[in-house]
């Protein structure tokens, strides 16, 4: 049996980034299905159509109804269902309701928005944004509005459509653990007798991400469900391999996992940012709720900010300079005697291009937390750019705060 | 002419952002070829062939030479090219350097990272950082290392290759025109007479984006520089037509252009985040330079630290609430007193999914400035989900702010 797999296009490239298609992705490699591919495409007809998904595919496209991506969309999927280009009337409605939603008649010129190739299948999960299917024997098409959002056209339909084609086709499932704090030769290591071994029901492999290391499972299975009790116990003992340095599992980010555990503890965080300006906080309050444990932070970018945000003592900065242990232990400390918060983290460091010396070169960085009455720090030298520099700085500091709680 | 097209390939598809596929991207688009996609695919033969460019297409791709996907790509583009892998004594030796760099001996089960394609040549822009090309016919590929960075292999052979692939195809140049402040029906009613234009030299259009819209010019040319000559008249003009709305061109970020009249003014720059909680900061902090402006800046998440942090008001939080047009600009005034800072910027809002209120909704945000002893704010209605809040918030800020200087 030869599982699902897709791609997912997303129309209309652009440098930002495209969270829809990752949101996509995630849902159909719950679903059992093998993402193949994730790509970002000029609305261009030969480009979009060299992007498709093989014969046996399925193929998720983002964009918009609207201008000249929808144009090239309809066209390009009739060529490759051999399909006329026809009016669709449930289509029709949907893009009246839009329009009659902003109290518009739709304009002429719109209505061309409601040809479909013929055989398209149009959901409207939500009034006046639909999207749509068309299967042309065993390839498969998903057209999900850009704009709008993707919400409930993929729960309420690209879901189910992809556990329709996984039961007939089989599913194959992954799950990547996210681990922190141990480099990928060493994984490796730890995990040798696990890797490139697909006899024990699973196949196990070590992917170095951004600031992390993935391990990441995969296992066939008649459905998702099936695949995941194969899945299960080899996630087990991997994870037990992998000790305290798995901290979660697929969409889990640090930031998510820390907010957890602050919650379930009923512990409250705040922050002193020098080199990573900000992006501490950032992240800590992507997580839907933070105010539930996070009430401040200080960017202390400059030495004076150091001094009197945080009480930074002028000889600290003056015998070891603000990128020391010193120092992020005095900014650790500070924040946390100044907010009254349980737990404070402190980064400084030299994110570069310029401000590295021979003795703190680029990328040296010091991580400060306060946590029941005890000051700790750490040293890292990290590679790369400054936007690496960066999100690395972030990454070990939440780890530091995980491994404390 | 069929002028030069590319196709940037990352091989090991992770949810993380792909900073390096995105820059090969933008340096191909300034040598004139045009890039149709980018895709993120999975280390997989089937996968990676698929989204190989077609016959006269040149194709990028970004893979680490180790580990599995270094294998899925030789062996890829060995049967796309119809050559035998054989032993490429350059890149062993780049090999034995890189191992000979950190005192070990080339591991045997490393010799076949020196198998590539007959005819490949390699390139060694850094030493022990081998990359390589392979043209085949019109086809072309070129392999880059993906974890070491791209730098110095992009600028130093795959430009020269790009534009020697235009002297003999033609460029197509595109220049993105960057605006903030309207919307994307209201600059195609200002740009109706150059929108679907293309006989007047260059094809305009208008791209909604992330939090702004872009204006899209494009035109063909014997070379790069060829097609920039006939831009310029039309970018004089459409930007002549966008007026203060357009604050940059292609990688001009909204923080690289406020960051640049600060420092040429010689003003300094703090914040005062609640809703966006570090994002702000984080922004302003990524252009390399930045504490030349930026001294400081308080993540005031809780009212506790609106008032400690920056004197606003209990009258006002109790009058007002933290969301309101009063505590954005008591926000902006406490940080700007606070600080010394010549300019401080002030967001304050409801980023969701919980905290909307029939006349405080998700999406409500308000902006604060102050700036040369006034102070000012703008309420804002954003749409989309707690990511999309946090940026527009940001994006709106710091274009108040730009407009200001």
């Known amino acids: ?25 995630a849902a159909l490699g719950a679903a059992g299905v093998l993402v193949l591919s994730r790509a970002l495409v000029e609305d261009d007809e030969g480009a979009l159509a060299h992007a498709l998904g093989p014969d046996d595919a399925l193929t998720v496209i983002l964009a918009g109804a609207g201008g000249s991506a929808g144009d090239v969309v309809r066209r390009v999927l ?59 024997g065993a390839r498969a098409f998903v057209v999900l509005p850009r704009d709008g959002g993707v919400g409930a056209a993929l729960t ?16 194959l499932l992954t799950w990547t653990l996210r681990t922190a704090g141990a480099g990928a030769a060493e994984l490796e290591e730890r995990l040798a007798e696990w890797l490139g071994q697909p006899a024990r029901g699973a196949e196990v492999s070590v992917v170095p991400a951004d600031g992390e290391v993935w391990v990441r499972l995969r296992a066939p299975g008649a459905s998702a469900e099936d695949a995941a009790q194969a899945l299960a116990p080899v996630e087990a003992a991997v994870a037990a391999a992998l000790g305290a340095d798995c901290y979660g599992r697929d969409a889990e980010t640090l930031e998510l996992v820390v907010a957890r555990r602050l919650l379930a503890r009923g512990l409250t965080l705040a922050v002193a940012e020098s080199c990573t300006g900000g992006l501490l906080g950032h992240r800590l309050t992507n997580v839907p709720g933070s105010s539930g444990y996070f009430e401040r932070g200080v960017l202390a970018y400059g030495n004076r900010a150091k001094q ?16 020391s242990a010193p120092c992020a232990e005095a900014m650790a400390r500070g924040i946390v005697e100044r907010s009254g918060s349980a737990c404070g983290l402190a980064i400084t460091g030299v ?3 310029d401000g590295g010396t021979p003795a703190k070169p680029v990328g040296t960085v010091f991580v400060g937390l306060a946590h029941g009455g005890a000051v700790t720090s750490r040293h890292f030298r990290f590679a790369g750019d400054r936007a690496r520099v960066k999100w690395q700085s972030t990454q070990m500091a939440l780890d530091m705060l995980r491994r404390a709680l």
Chains 1, 2 share one sequence.
Do not use: K
């Open 1 to 25: 049996m030869t599982p699902a797999v897709a791609h997912v296009v997303t129309v209309g490239m652009d440098p930002a980034a495209d969270p829809e298609g990752a949101a996509v992705a």
């Open 78 to 136: 009739a060529r490759a269902a051999g399909a006329r280009l026809v009016l669709n009337e449930r289509m029709l409605a949907a893009l009246e309701e839009r329009y009659r939603r902003v109290d518009r008649p739709l304009p002429r010129r719109a209505e061309r928005l409601a040809l479909l190739p013929q055989g398209a299948t149009v959901w409207v999960p939500a009034p006046g944004e639909p999207a749509w299917a068309l299967e042309s």
């Open 156 to 171: 309420e339909h690209l879901v189910p459509f992809a556990r329709a084609r996984v039961a007939g086709r089989g599913a």
């Open 308 to 323: 009197e945000l945080l009480g930074v003592p002028e000889e600290v900065l003056r015998a070891h300079g603000a990128v």
């Open 351 to 353: 994110a570069g291009p």
